[in-house]
């Protein structure tokens, strides 16, 4: 289990130390076991998840707040110290100066086109003159001049900034010089609205290396400053065939400038711009679309309801989905489109309907796990490289993990599951065993349970103690829930329903008997509570009424190898979630099974070490082999 200090958290949460420390004591993240202050990466990432999607609004204002005032370097240039020490000095003249960043970043590109030898030396010119502009290349000084008559005018002590941000800028040789100043300028927070993040170079060259096509027309439908662009010329595109697209002007106009400068000999007007692709009226064909479209973006009402008019069969919010979803519109037969995406496309139910859609329209050719190739952003990456034709269900999907190491999937794996989960990290071996347990009599959850989340006070501080005292009772978090059983209490409240912030009706809590799993974890983990115990939100409930199948018996199953393995293979999530549960296969054992396991559970309770006993009795009554139990054993995710 990877840990993290309180500073790396809030790092990757963007928000203070403070702030991360007053959230442990809200309970809205808890250290690990025997630590104050060091927090699993994986329980960091998932809140920080939850922020982003809109589950916790109070923290995600907190966050943003934090994030507002922020800017970076793109990770990959720190190593320069050289380029990164002059980007600083650009950030510290900008933030202080507040000089807008479209004239900062106008007088910048100046000073990008002197060092080319674009232009003549302006020096501390005025910035007002377009004459300063004069180059030697009629589509740059067109160029230059519209980006001129769309920039606030230049008071005098602004154009005194410009010239000390002119004067700053040494190192222009970088293919995309202002693009990576221009992130660094750019404002987290904004970025975060926008979901968009720099995207080292090398992912690029990997999507252009498979697939470029230099005789056909290459877009980009986000992007940004143009570092696709960029790529796919150094790949044989001449700039005729070279289309990108963003709704940021300024990066679409330094986005223009980059392209002129990678064709020198060549004069030509870039085929960029600035417009809604989502939206926007687009009358050409292109045989590949490769992007980092923006994750989470926001979209105003108006525009999120045409889009759903657009793409009916997305119902969610998410930006990537929509892109592509419209790359698959503007793609030729016969043309790839490759996206670099969060690992949480691949099963999180939010973004199912954008998996069915994909499955129903289009191959998809291949599937990378990327790991965490973006510096400042924990989320693991994927890539995904469709067709533009119809499925077709006799051709294998390739999955590439990180290593290189490759295996083929038939689509009808996906497609079976009920949220058309993309389980890349099952082997075929280990899918043939989930197929033979759901193959046999089975009941599921379904229909079957009462479903309870924990207790979500509003203010830990106020409401839970750290002592036992007069008219308080137990009341555990996520970190208290074993296997099997619960730790000693170490929190206690007053319960009062209607102080709280959200509860879940207070029967539930009082079940004569129920199951205590933890919420945000890669491990199933089910205590047994027969005592009315309450709980806080990282601990959620689970009161079966299944017939003729004792709780304790469905506890053994819960916490079994078998369903850890089909857990984290079926579903390869951090986070146990009803929907996940009510999936799984609770096989009809026989009476003498049930009672066996009542037996175990019992003595598991109480805390014998009997789970390999408890493995042992599942594994005999399905009749499994000693090779599928080795492979089961192998299998499980562990934290």
Same mark, same amino acid.
């Given at each position: 289990?990877?840990?993290?200090?309180?500073?790396?958290?809030?790092?990757?949460?963007?928000?203070?130390?403070?702030?991360?420390?007053?959230?442990?004591?809200?309970?809205?993240?808890?250290?690990?076991?025997?630590?104050?202050?060091?927090?699993?990466?994986?329980?960091?990432?998932?809140?920080?998840?939850?922020?982003?999607?809109?589950?916790?609004?109070?923290?995600?204002?907190?966050?943003?707040? *934090?994030?507002?005032?922020?800017?970076?370097?793109?990770?990959?240039?720190?190593?320069?110290?050289?380029?990164?020490?002059?980007?600083?000095?650009?950030?510290?003249?900008?933030?202080?100066?507040?000089?807008?960043?479209?004239?900062?970043?106008?007088?910048?590109?100046?000073?990008?086109?002197?060092?080319?030898?674009?232009?003549?030396?302006?020096?501390?010119?005025?910035?007002?003159? @377009?004459?300063?502009?004069?180059?030697?290349?009629?589509?740059?000084?067109?160029?230059?001049?519209?980006?001129?008559?769309?920039?606030?005018?230049?008071?005098?002590?602004?154009?005194?900034?410009?010239?000390?941000?002119?004067?700053?800028?040494?190192?222009?040789?970088?293919?995309?010089?202002?693009?990576?100043?221009?992130?660094?300028?750019?404002?987290?927070?904004?970025?975060?609205?926008?979901?968009?993040?720099?995207?080292?170079?090398?992912?690029?060259?990997?999507?252009?290396?498979?697939?470029?096509?230099?005789?056909?027309?290459?877009?980009?439908?986000?992007?940004?400053?143009?570092?696709?662009?960029?790529?796919?010329?150094?790949?044989?595109?001449?700039?005729?065939?070279?289309?990108?697209?963003?709704?940021?002007?300024?990066?679409?106009?330094?986005?223009?400038?980059?392209?002129?400068?990678?064709?020198?000999?060549?004069?030509?007007?870039?085929?960029?711009?600035?417009?809604?692709?989502?939206?926007?009226?687009?009358?050409?064909?292109?045989?590949?679309?490769?992007?980092?479209?923006?994750?989470?973006?926001?979209?105003?009402?108006?525009?999120?309801?045409?889009?759903?008019?657009?793409?009916?069969?997305?119902?969610?919010?998410?930006?990537?989905?929509?892109?592509?979803?419209?790359?698959?519109?503007?793609?030729?037969?016969?043309?790839?489109?490759?996206?670099?995406?969060?690992?949480?496309?691949?099963? =999180?139910?939010?973004?199912?309907?954008?998996?069915?859609?994909?499955?129903?329209?289009?191959?998809?050719?291949?599937?990378?796990?990327?790991?965490?190739?973006?510096?400042?952003?924990?989320?693991? @990456?994927?890539?995904?490289?469709?067709?533009?034709?119809?499925?077709?269900?006799?051709?294998? =999907?390739?999955?590439?993990?990180?290593?290189?190491?490759?295996?083929?999937?038939?689509?009808?794996?996906?497609?079976?599951?009920?949220?058309?989960?993309?389980?890349?990290?099952?082997?075929?071996?280990?899918?043939?065993?989930?197929?033979? =347990?759901?193959?046999?009599?089975?009941?599921?959850?379904?229909?079957?349970?009462?479903?309870?989340?924990?207790?979500?006070?509003?203010?830990?501080?106020?409401?839970?103690?750290?002592?036992?005292?007069?008219?308080?009772?137990?009341?555990?978090?996520?970190?208290? @829930?074993?296997?099997?059983?619960?730790?000693?209490?170490?929190?206690?409240?007053?319960?009062?329903?209607?102080?709280?912030?959200?509860?879940?009706?207070?029967?539930?809590?009082?079940?004569?008997?129920?199951?205590?799993?933890?919420?945000?974890?890669?491990?199933?983990?089910?205590?047994?509570?027969?005592?009315?115990?309450?709980?806080?939100?990282?601990?959620?409930?689970?009161?079966?009424?299944?017939?003729?199948?004792? @709780?304790?018996?469905?506890?053994?199953?819960?916490?079994?190898?078998?369903?850890?393995?089909?857990?984290?293979?079926?579903?390869?999530?951090?986070?146990?979630?009803?929907?996940?549960?009510?999936?799984?296969?609770?096989?009809?054992?026989?009476?003498?099974?049930?009672?066996?396991?009542?037996?175990?559970?019992?003595?598991?309770? *109480?805390?014998?070490?009997?789970?390999?006993?408890?493995?042992?009795?599942?594994?005999?009554?399905?009749?499994?082999?000693?090779?599928?139990?080795?492979?089961?054993?192998?299998?499980?995710?562990?934290?």
């Amino acid at each position: 289990m990877q840990l993290l200090n309180t500073r790396q958290a809030a790092g990757l949460l963007e928000v203070s130390e403070a702030t991360v420390r007053n959230w442990v004591r809200h309970g809205y993240i808890a250290p690990v076991a025997g630590s104050a202050s060091r927090f699993s990466a994986t329980e960091v990432e998932m809140l920080k998840q939850r922020i982003t999607v809109g589950d916790l609004d109070r923290l995600r204002r907190r966050a943003n707040k *934090k994030r507002s005032g922020s800017s970076c370097i793109p990770a990959e240039y720190l190593e320069n110290p050289s380029f990164s020490g002059e980007i600083a000095k650009i950030q510290k003249i900008v933030i202080e100066e507040k000089i807008d960043i479209s004239n900062a970043m106008y007088a910048l590109a100046l000073k990008q086109l002197v060092l080319r030898g674009e232009l003549a030396d302006a020096g501390a010119q005025s910035f007002t003159a @377009v004459c300063c502009c004069e180059s030697r290349r009629k589509p740059l000084a067109e160029e230059l001049a519209a980006w001129r008559h769309e920039l606030s005018s230049f008071t005098t002590a602004g154009q005194n900034v410009c010239s000390r941000l002119f004067d700053t800028l040494i190192d222009a040789s970088h293919d995309d010089t202002l693009g990576i100043i221009y992130q660094s300028l750019m404002q987290t927070g904004c970025k975060a609205h926008k979901g968009s993040f720099y995207t080292p170079p090398a992912l690029i060259d990997a999507i252009l290396k498979e697939y470029a096509r230099p005789d056909g027309a290459f877009l980009d439908p986000c992007c940004g400053t143009g570092q696709f662009l960029l790529r796919a010329a150094r790949h044989g595109y001449d700039p005729g065939r070279l289309y990108g697209i963003d709704s940021d002007l300024l990066a679409v106009r330094i986005a223009r400038i980059n392209l002129l400068l990678a064709f020198p000999d060549i004069d030509f007007s870039p085929r960029i711009i600035h417009a809604d692709t989502l939206l926007h009226d687009i009358n050409e064909e292109f045989t590949l679309i490769a992007s980092n479209p923006p994750w989470g973006a926001s979209f105003t009402s108006n525009d999120l309801k045409r889009l759903h008019q657009r793409f009916p069969s997305l119902k969610s919010r998410e930006s990537f989905s929509f892109f592509l979803a419209r790359s698959l519109e503007l793609a030729a037969p016969g043309a790839v489109i490759s996206f670099i995406l969060p690992e949480s496309f691949l099963n =999180i139910r939010a973004h199912s309907d954008i998996r069915r859609h994909l499955l129903a329209n289009a191959q998809i050719l291949a599937i990378h796990s990327l790991d965490r190739p973006f510096k400042s952003v924990f989320t693991p @990456v994927i890539r995904v490289d469709l067709r533009q034709a119809e499925p077709d269900a006799n051709r294998s =999907i390739c999955l590439k993990n990180c290593n290189g190491q490759e295996k083929k999937v038939a689509p009808a794996r996906f497609a079976a599951s009920r949220d058309s989960i993309f389980t890349i990290a099952t082997s075929d071996d280990e899918y043939r065993i989930i197929d033979k =347990i759901y193959a046999m009599p089975h009941q599921t959850l379904l229909d079957q349970a009462d479903w309870a989340l924990g207790i979500v006070t509003g203010d830990n501080r106020r409401h839970v103690a750290n002592v036992a005292g007069p008219g308080l009772e137990p009341i555990y978090r996520g970190n208290d @829930v074993m296997l099997y059983r619960l730790r000693p209490a170490s929190s206690y409240i007053r319960f009062d329903s209607a102080v709280f912030q959200q509860v879940a009706p207070p029967a539930k809590y009082r079940a004569p008997e129920k199951l205590i799993y933890r919420f945000i974890t890669n491990r199933l983990k089910f205590a047994y509570d027969d005592r009315q115990s309450l709980t806080l939100n990282s601990a959620n409930l689970l009161i079966p009424r299944l017939s003729d199948y004792p @709780v304790k018996a469905l506890l053994c199953l819960l916490n079994s190898s078998l369903l850890q393995f089909i857990f984290a293979r079926k579903f390869d999530t951090h986070k146990v979630l009803r929907g996940n549960l009510e999936q799984l296969p609770l096989p009809l054992f026989s009476e003498e099974v049930l009672r066996q396991l009542v037996a175990l559970a019992d003595r598991a309770i *109480k805390g014998e070490s009997v789970a390999q006993a408890i493995d042992a009795v599942i594994f005999d009554a399905l009749q499994l082999t000693r090779s599928e139990i080795d492979l089961i054993l192998s299998g499980i995710a562990l934290e």
